[in-house]
């Protein structure tokens, strides 16, 4: 979410909505697009779409995301939109 916070314009939406196996958490922001051939290394640790000295960066929150996820036998995914980027992150439901 902070990142949606540091690349948004003026427009950030969140949703929670679950189908018969998963929940999904889904994070849009109107910000610019992630170029196509970066989408995949924004996971990888240390990586930047570019450094910009007015954006608080580490380079490592996303990656720490994917290895939360997958701890939890998840997926998570990323898209660009006409205008803006939307992830997502799926989370398989606890059956009791």
Known sequence: MSNSLKFAKDTISISIYSNDNDIVFSIYNNGANIPPDKI???WEPFFFIEKN??????GFGLSIVADIIKRHNG?????NKDIGVEFRIILPKISK
């Open 40 to 42: 995949s290394k924004i």
């Open 53 to 58: 000295s007015k954006v608080d960066n580490w």
């Open 75 to 79: 997926n998570y995914k990323v898209k």
